[in-house]
């Protein structure tokens, strides 16, 4: 825990395509943490698209970005653009080897992995990519939220919301992420028991699968290509979550 007189720079990356609820769900529990700035970060300031076509700001480029204490990295289809972007797989490593967390959601655990920031580390992400983890030589764990040294990784898109109160617990203590979790009435209770592949009725899991599979086989063959870039021996038949 991170004493409260400290005041804490929490910063996201923001690109094109990303999965706007693993960004704003993370949003709305870094962004209450008490004495802290949170902003947002993108190669350039112009509003860009999420994946469902929602608009979002970034508040600067890289460039205006602090030594942040804690690196929020979200997913989403846009993802696999960012894969070979050195300028922001730089800044990256560059935040990373400061940081007093990382905190990865969904596939922005890949774009982790192309920066060679996962090698060795136990980690989680989207059920349909937590197959790809052993491209960039982590360790696959299959939790809502794994825990691994000052890294946090949650697994697919909601699970943000889950992994940032683990944040902010890490760095304010239990008290302070449970006021958080009470002023955002955070309390679910799903309809359904279907937000696993282990749970999900088998004619769903198919659908899902079908949903994904194009994105599911491009982000794998770009896993292999970065695998060799980083010199990570790539599984032959890694073990899917699903």
């Known amino acids: 825990m991170i004493p409260l007189d400290t005041h804490l720079q929490i910063g996201s990356l923001l690109f094109d395509g990303v999965d706007q609820i693993d960004l704003t769900g993370p949003f709305e529990v870094l962004s209450r943490i008490p004495n802290s700035t949170y902003r947002i970060f993108a190669k350039t300031s112009e509003p860009m698209r999420d994946m469902r076509g929602l608009w979002l700001t ?3 480029d890289l460039t205006e970005a602090p ?16 894969m070979d972007d050195e300028e ?9 080897a400061g940081a007093r967390c990382v905190f990865s959601v969904c596939t922005g655990a890949l774009i982790c992995g192309a920066a060679g920031l996962i090698e060795g580390r136990r980690a989680t992400t989207h059920w349909a990519s937590f197959h790809l983890l052993p491209y960039f030589g982590a360790i696959p764990v299959n939790e809502r939220v794994v825990i691994d040294g000052n890294w946090v990784f ?16 890490e760095l304010r203590g239990d008290e302070a992420a449970q006021s958080i979790q009470l002023y955002m009435a955070y309390a679910p209770e799903p309809p ?5 592949p282990e749970t999900a009725p088998a004619a769903v ?3 899902a699968r079908r949903a994904v599979r194009a994105i599911t086989a491009q982000r794998e063959e770009t896993a292999r290509r970065v695998a060799k870039r980083l010199g990570v021996t790539a599984p032959s038949a890694p073990a899917s979550r699903e």
Do not use: C, K, Y
């Open 67 to 82: 030594r942040l204490d804690v690196l929020h990295i979200p997913g989403g289809f846009g993802q696999e653009a960012l």
């Open 192 to 196: 359904f028991n279907s937000g696993a």
């Open 205 to 207: 899991l198919d659908e």
């Open 88 to 96: 922001i797989l730089a800044w990256m490593r560059w935040q990373a």
């Open 58 to 60: 970034p508040d600067g």
């Open 154 to 169: 949650a697994a697919g898109v909601t699970a943000g919301i889950d992994g940032a109160l683990r944040v902010a617990a």
